[in-house]
């Protein structure tokens, strides 16, 4: 047995730092937390002193057994987790569950798993920091009392199965309130004079007029004066500029920058940072410091003179912006300036590209620019006021630029361009004017990363908390990653072009969004029932100061009890105020009255979602229906939730199968007999007869008709909500873009079955055929046990190459549903009539 034992929280990281230490050294990991509150009760002592339940999950029990094992043979324990609260918490639960002592175990912390850091890590050990254990539960138990208590409120008030939690809550706020800015933005139109001119030697530049025209009016009379105008240039300035890099990466900027430029996901860059962190390749991926060390500088600088000239180098440091910076010791950075990118994974290439050239930029000289301003005179037949204006740019040294330029959240306006040799005093010809009507935009949006952003501005959460808030309000289908189709606009272009004005009447989509954070029906309905009733605790400035004692607790300077016994002194009457005293909230709305019966016609939510009613709620008897995905209970109209209750539409039989046209969950669909075919994109099913039907049937017929037979099975394609598809045998098989979907051949087709079938055989463990079951590798190192429709994911931990047959059975029977039993009547039973 090794001499020294080394505990860390991930196999892969476990795996990186054992290449750094000798055989004296053995290092394992503890698979993340081994110990947390429990899920089937609140597990805090609220009546007491809010002491905190810790149990060993039975997922981690004899991983619990193996390491005190390990522990208790070694001389010296060395807890190695991250350098965060977390990281914190976890060394602690730790030392508690397996019972270390005191004088044989310490606490290590590195900021990157390079051989340097961790020998360094060794040589400077040092206690466990209880006031970071204490603000790690204090922020879970807070969150834990908030959840508890206020889920079981909106099971009452409002629907079964929702929930609540702190921050996620304070986030569905904020895109709700944005949204219901956007539906009550009234646009605002003006003109908006743009023109192309023509210099002596024949180069062409653009201009325009700074201010835009307020009506049609103003605008067709400033084209009227400029009939057989003339054009001379008035002025012209150039000024020196310099742009100045963006300091490196904290967790949250390299969120939003991997989002606009990667389009990554906040979870899916934070799950690619951490195999970057564990693999040695970059430093701790959680932090809010844009520090850099002077090590770490000094390989910048090294870097940028050899690659790029020693003019490029300029070094920095930068000053973080984050009153609450956690644990703070760096920023984001490569572990090695001189490895400019890595080979492997594509999306742990690109997000390593963007780490590295951020860095490196960000100890790079400025850009140097001139930018050129240009005013023109219309020199007409009655006096213009107006000039207009051309703004150019010209980098005279491109500095950090040759590196990188920071993405940003809106859409940009038109960028100054390069402009021709131009000179005071020069004469221009006009090729044309226009003045196109514009209108005043809603708030955009939030984007993932502008969420994050924001969260980050008003102090709520911290660079651990951003990804799993997300996460989980777009689990609990409060929020959508939704597609907003928008609606067509008219607006109107006059144009001036050989001294004629002309107009012309433009379409243009507004509105539309795609991948944006949009709230659901279910999503605003809590909200507002929730700020209704817990405005408190939704306020930003409340969440805010709480992540403020939450760093008091880790800097030591308020104690964590006090904290939530205040807290909670307060919050517990008040939820219990609202669970007996508040009203019950479903969104109703109360649309109108059916034109035929009078009746009522509502919209509310309902047990399955947002429906639709005829008929008062004292109405003995009522008409219900959907809403379609695309309707939502604030917005829709009585004519389109009457168009509802004409659905299904009995289109009548075709070849033997009875035709209808409807809604459903995922859109509008025609189901002839048993199968269910989707309406194209913007196709209303009260409008589909028939003819149309028929059409959409024997395309279906064709699309599933096999396109090959392979080992005596036909293969067929599709597409799904996943991309394209080929089906051979049950299997569902992927055709990713290497392939051409649409001309597909022989060999494209042996060749993908193929790899399927391969890729089962890998996946496959170990299989009970007799039994039915089969233990497969799954996604992230875990384990899938599958009997039939019953599948148990195992943890990584779990050492599937031992599990036997009656242990896969005991695993499965606890999981399997267990069957309802009918409870026999206490009531006697009639006699039956004879």
Excluded: C
């Excluded at 939510?605 to 709620?617: E, N, R, T, V």
């Excluded at 993908?752 to 039915?772: S, T």
């Excluded at 996604?779 to 046990?785: S, Y």
């Amino acid at each position: 047995m090794a001499k020294n034992l080394v505990i860390v929280e991930s196999p892969a990281k476990a795996k990186t730092i054992e290449k750094f230490l000798g055989k004296d050294f053995k290092v394992t990991s503890s698979f993340g937390h081994i110990a947390d509150l429990p899920s089937k009760e609140i597990g805090v002592d609220t009546e007491g002193d809010f002491t905190p339940k810790y149990i060993v999950p039975s997922d981690k029990k004899s991983l619990v057994r193996d390491l005190k094992k390990l522990a208790n043979s070694a001389e010296t324990v060395w807890l190695a987790s991250d350098e965060d609260r977390e990281g914190e918490a976890i060394a602690w639960h730790l030392a508690e569950e397996l019972d270390l002592k005191d004088e044989k175990t310490k606490r290590i912390v590195f900021h990157e798993i390079t051989k340097t850091a961790i020998l360094k890590a060794i040589e400077n050990p040092r206690k466990i920091d209880y006031n970071l254990v204490n603000a790690q539960q204090a922020r879970r138990i807070l969150d834990r009392l908030v959840g508890y208590e206020l889920s079981p409120v909106l099971w009452r008030k409002v629907k079964g199965g929702l929930s609540a939690g702190r921050v996620q809550s304070v986030a569905v706020r904020l895109i709700v309130e944005r949204e219901r800015d956007i539906e009550a933005f009234s646009p605002v139109a003006s003109y908006r004079v743009d023109a192309e001119f023509k210099t002596e030697d024949g180069s062409t530049f653009k201009a325009k007029i700074p201010k835009n025209f307020e009506t049609e009016k103003e605008a067709r009379e400033f084209l009227q004066k400029n009939v057989g105008a003339n054009y001379k240039i008035a002025d012209l300035t150039k000024k020196p500029a310099k742009k100045s890099p963006a300091p490196p990466f904290t967790t949250s900027t390299l969120q939003q920058e991997a989002s606009r430029k990667l389009y990554f996901s906040v979870g899916k860059t934070m799950t690619i940072a951490q195999r970057l962190y564990e693999a040695g390749l970059i430093t701790y991926m959680r932090t809010d410091s844009v520090n850099l060390s002077n090590d770490a500088k000094k390989a910048a600088e090294k870097e940028i003179g050899s690659a790029y000239g020693e003019k490029y180098s300029k070094p920095r440091n930068y000053k973080g912006k984050s009153k609450g910076a956690q644990e703070a010791h760096e920023a984001i950075r490569p572990t090695d300036m001189s490895r400019h990118g890595i080979s492997g994974d594509r999306d742990q290439e690109r997000l390593y590209d963007l780490i590295w050239k951020r860095t490196i930029a960000s100890q790079m000289s400025d850009a140097q620019l001139e930018r050129t301003n240009v005013k023109i005179d219309v020199l007409g037949k009655e006096k213009v006021e107006e000039q207009f204006t051309a703004n150019g740019e010209m980098i005279k040294f491109d500095g950090f630029l040759k590196v990188y330029l920071e993405g940003t959240d809106t859409e940009d306006e038109e960028k100054d361009g390069m402009l021709p040799k131009l000179t005071k005093g020069d004469t221009l010809d006009n090729k044309y004017i226009t003045a196109t009507e514009r209108f005043t935009r809603p708030p955009y949006r939030f984007t993932e990363a502008s969420l994050v952003k924001r969260l980050e501005e008003l102090g709520i959460g911290r660079p651990s908390t951003y990804a799993p808030t997300i996460s989980t309000i777009i689990s609990r289908n409060y929020i959508e990653k939704g597609t907003v189709e928008g609606e067509e606009r008219k607006y109107l272009q006059l144009t001036l072009a050989k001294d004629t004005v002309k107009d012309k009447t433009l379409t243009e989509t507004v509105g539309s969004d795609k991948g944006k954070l949009v709230p659901t029906d279910i999503g605003m309905i809590v909200n507002d029932f929730l700020v209704e009733h817990f405005g408190n605790i939704l306020d930003y400035n409340f969440t805010a100061k709480v992540e403020e004692d939450f760093d008091d607790i880790a800097e030591g300077k308020e104690e964590w009890k006090e904290m939530l016994q205040e807290f909670y002194e307060k919050f517990h009457p008040h939820v219990e105020d609202v669970q007996e005293n508040a009203e019950r909230e479903s969104g109703e709305r109360i649309l109108g009255e059916h034109p035929e019966s009078g009746r009522t016609v509502l919209v509310r939510l309902g047990k399955y979602g947002p429906m639709a009613q005829i008929g008062a709620p004292e109405d003995d008897e009522k008409q219900f229906a959907s809403l379609r995905p695309d309707q939502q209970l604030h917005l829709v109209t009585l004519e389109e939730v009457l168009d509802l209750f004409k659905l299904p539409k009995d289109l009548g039989v075709y070849d033997g199968e009875e035709v209808e046209t409807n809604n459903g969950r995922y859109g509008p669909y025609v189901r002839w007999g048993k199968k269910f075919i989707s309406l194209p994109k913007g196709m209303d099913p009260l409008d589909v007869d028939m003819a149309k039907a028929k059409e959409l049937i024997e395309e279906k017929k064709k699309a599933d008709a096999p396109i090959y037979e392979y080992e005596g099975l036909p293969v067929t394609k599709g597409k799904g909500r996943f991309g394209p598809f080929i089906k051979w045998n049950n299997m569902f098989i992927n055709v990713n873009k290497k392939y051409d979907f649409d001309n597909l051949s022989e060999e494209d087709l042996i060749e993908l079955i193929e790899a399927k079938k391969q890729k089962e055989i890998d996946k496959l463990i170990n299989e009970w055929p007799d039994e039915g079951i089969r233990l497969e590798k799954a996604r992230w190192g875990r384990f899938n046990l599958i009997k039939g429709k019953t599948k148990v994911e195992l943890p990584k931990s779990t050492k599937a190459d031992k599990i036997t047959l009656e242990e896969a059975k005991d695993i499965l029977e606890k999981k399997a549903p267990k069957k309802k039993t009918r409870k026999k009547s206490t009531k006697k039973k009639t006699a039956k009539k004879k």
